[in-house]
């Protein structure tokens, strides 16, 4: 699961319709020059959820270019200069099971109504592609006119094709559809109740749009989320069952243990391998790295 938010909280990534255009042809060509697979993914005003498949072991250059690209050419349609993105490191959670993927995709879906704006996950205005992964639709975006060069040899496809994937590894389609259909009504319901119980009127689909991009969410000290944003860990993997985050913990600290053995030999110009999962070294420094270990599952990448 990606996370990653607006520098200062601000609505940069209002949901105007050049905004979803940019951040979905982005999406959409970084996903084809990286062979990614996304399963779904919302923009709010101020930050975006995605859950991603990384079946080739690119995610870091996927994240690197897809950030990069929409960064430059939203600065360029909100004519500003400063940094796009806050500065904290992107958030990226493993997702070691089923059910944390279903939880996470939820979670991602749900969001607007987490937040208040609007009553149901599918009043939202802007880019959110639950309708294209239960109905598996494909989006065709063109090419945004105001910042990406045309009619040279290197510019970007005119139209890029947007297509929500689930994949083989989760299992049956309809089945996976199925629970994530189950568990985000009930979180819907969950988050209008919370909120119906503390007074708070969701804010509406036409009040999001008439928000500037310049604005800030409103700060209220006596928010729960307010008081317990800071200093909050944040974690690198997500499980439901506490004995696969327990050998998740194991699997991390022996691979942490395997490199920092391998780098010392690297520096000391000694022969040495190191573990499978390495990426930094592997791309910028060729190392060897060991093979994929048997009964392994799923791609496995580390930063």
Not at 3 to 11: L, M, V
Not at 73 to 99: I, K
Request: with cysteine.
């Amino acid at each position: 699961m990606i996370t990653r938010r607006c520098a200062q909280r601000q609505f940069l990534l209002h949901p105007d319709d050049d905004a979803i255009q940019t951040f979905a042809y982005c999406l959409g060509y970084s996903m084809q020059k990286f062979e990614m697979e996304v399963l779904g993914t919302c923009v709010m005003s101020n930050h975006y959820h995605a859950v991603i498949f990384d079946r080739h072991g690119r995610y870091p250059q996927f994240l690197e270019y897809l950030h990069r690209t929409i960064a430059r050419a939203m600065n360029v349609l909100r004519e500003r200069r400063e940094a796009f993105w806050t500065g904290d490191q992107v958030n990226v959670v493993r997702l070691d099971d089923y059910a944390a993927v279903i939880d996470k995709l939820c979670y991602t879906f749900v969001n607007p109504v987490r937040h208040n704006t609007v009553a149901d996950p599918n009043d939202w205005p802007g880019l959110s592609t639950y309708k294209m992964l239960r109905r598996d639709t494909v989006l065709k975006v063109r090419r945004p006119d105001f910042f990406f060069r045309k009619n040279r040899p290197d510019s970007l496809p005119a139209y890029v094709e947007l297509k929500m994937t689930i994949p083989e590894e989760l299992g049956a389609r309809a089945h996976v559809l199925a629970d994530l259909k189950e568990h985000l009504a009930s979180a819907a319901e969950y988050w209008r109740a919370y909120h119906q119980a503390r007074g708070r009127t969701p804010l509406g689909r036409r009040a999001v749009l008439r928000q500037s991009w310049w604005d800030f969410p409103a700060h209220d000290p006596n928010h729960e989320q307010w008081r317990t944003r800071r200093n909050r860990l944040k974690p690198t993997r997500a499980s439901k069952d506490p004995l696969r985050r327990e050998e998740a913990a194991i699997v991390d600290q022996t691979f942490l243990d395997d490199h920092r053995r391998a780098r010392v030999a690297l520096k000391a110009g000694r022969p040495c391998v190191f573990p499978y999962g390495t990426y930094w070294h592997a791309r910028f420094c060729g190392v060897d790295v060991a093979r994929r270990p048997r009964g392994a599952t799923g791609p496995f990448v580390t930063l």
